[in-house]
């Protein structure tokens, strides 16, 4: 099973000296770049899980709402946001969609499992920062979702093919046909593959000037386009099966 995510967050870099780009615009290149999404995903019909980072959330309600309507999965990315807001926007959003939200997902900062359990979420995606010189490490991780309290831990995906984890690094800087390979061989040897992406990378550097490192502008935007279209129609050409995190784990 491909169960494939996107994590719907502003850009953190700061503008180059030449622009200027305020909250309100980076708020707008993030919808931009999910609706790209979207239309990609709409075309293949396939079903996502997008995590959208709680400080922004109630500013996106038309766009979460979208996303909702198409059949994807809407759950959190926490960022920074202590227990109550969490709470605050749990509650807002799921009387938004009339929907229960199952999923958080945390990387810098990460919450007690008992305090996310509180607050009635039923799994935890938690992923780790990419260090640059991570290919040149054997990574070791456990692989199977465990349950722990009522809450489902989900670990991030790695290659046994390669030991990369399936990080949104991994997928924008690899070979479409290398990163294809991974997924076929992890397919072999786990249940699920655990791919996640970030609603950024599909921004146009050369039309917004953000002040990021080199290797993190290429192949972004278009590129991160076109590499997803592939890889959704890979997935189509080889009928292998995608889910939503939720509709997977439960």
């Known amino acids: 099973m491909i169960l494939l995510t996107f994590n719907i967050l502003n850009i953190e870099a700061e503008a180059k000296k030449s622009s200027e780009i305020s909250d309100v615009g980076r708020l707008k290149i993030a919808e931009d770049n999910t609706k790209a999404i979207l239309r990609i995903l709409d075309i293949h019909d396939i079903k996502a899980s997008f995590f959208v980072e709680i400080s922004i959330a109630e500013k996106l309600q038309n766009l979460i709402k979208a996303i909702s309507s198409k059949g994807h999965e809407i759950a959190f990315y926490n960022k920074s946001s202590n227990l109550q807001e969490i709470e605050n926007v749990k509650k807002n959003i799921q009387d938004l969609l009339e929907k229960q939200i199952r999923g958080i997902r945390q990387k810098d900062v990460k919450l007690?499992?008992?305090?996310?359990?509180?607050?009635?979420?039923?799994?935890?995606?938690?992923?780790?920062?990419?260090?640059?010189?991570?290919?040149?490490?054997?990574?070791?991780?456990?692989?199977?979702?465990?349950?722990?309290?009522?809450?489902?831990?989900?670990?991030?995906?790695?290659?046994?093919?390669?030991q990369l984890p399936y990080n949104d690094f991994v997928f924008q800087i690899l070979p479409m046909k290398y990163y294809q390979n991974m997924v076929f061989e992890t397919l072999k040897k786990d249940d699920f593959v655990l791919i996640y992406l970030n609603s950024w990378q599909f921004t146009d550097f050369k039309k917004y000037k953000f002040d990021i490192p080199f290797y993190r502008s290429l192949f972004s935007g278009k590129k991160m386009e076109d590499k997803l279209e592939a890889l959704l129609t890979w997935i189509d050409e080889n009928d292998m099966a995608t889910s939503r995190m939720k509709d997977y784990i439960f």
């Open 112 to 162: 007690p499992q008992e305090n996310l359990k509180s607050l009635e979420f039923n799994y935890v995606s938690n992923i780790d920062n990419a260090d640059i010189l991570f290919p040149f490490k054997r990574l070791k991780r456990d692989t199977e979702i465990i349950e722990e309290d009522g809450l489902s831990i989900v670990p991030e995906s790695i290659s046994p093919y390669s």
